[in-house]
C-alpha cells in the first residue's frame, strides 16, 4: 500500500507564500489525477487543486491565481506552491487522488496557518 507523507507547512503572515510536498512511498504514475485537499476546523474536506499526468491543472475558485500545483512522476512527489495566502487558507492540507477508484490512504496532512 503506497503512503503519503506530507510536509512543508507552518505559520506564515497574510500574503507570504509556502510550497507544500506529498512524497509517495511507491510510484503515483499511473494514477491518473492527483490533488490537494484541505479541511478547516469544523469544516469539511475540499478539494483545491489537481494535476494530470500529462501536467493539466484546475483549481477551485478560491485559490485561483495564487496556486500552483504540480507532480514529479519520477520522485513520485506532488508539489503545491502558495503564494498571497489568506487567513482563509488556514487549514491541514492533505494530498491524494481524488477518484474513488484510485483513492490510497490518508496521509497526516501538513498544518498551514496563515495569521498575523
Known amino acids: 500500500q503506497v503512503q503519503l507523507v506530507e510536509s512543508g507547512g507552518g505559520l506564515v503572515q497574510p500574503g507570504g507564500s509556502l510550497r507544500l510536498s506529498c512524497a509517495a512511498s511507491?510510484?503515483?504514475?499511473?494514477?491518473?489525477?492527483m490533488g490537494w485537499f484541505r479541511q478547516a476546523p469544523g469544516k469539511q474536506r475540499e478539494l483545491v487543486a489537481t494535476?494530470?499526468?500529462?501536467?493539466?491543472?484546475d483549481y477551485t475558485d478560491s485559490v485561483k491565481g495564487r496556486f500552483t500545483i504540480s507532480r514529479d512522476n519520477i520522485k513520485n512527489t506532488v508539489y503545491l506552491q502558495m503564494n498571497s495566502l489568506k487567513p482563509e487558507d488556514t487549514a491541514v492540507y492533505y494530498c491524494?487522488?481524488?477518484?474513488?477508484?484510485?483513492?490510497?490512504?490518508w496521509g497526516q496532512g501538513t498544518q498551514v496557518t496563515v495569521s498575523s
Open positions: 494535476v494530470t499526468k500529462g501536467g493539466s491543472t
Open positions: 511507491g510510484s503515483i504514475a499511473s494514477i491518473y489525477v
Open positions: 491524494n487522488s481524488p477518484s474513488p477508484t484510485t483513492r490510497l490512504g
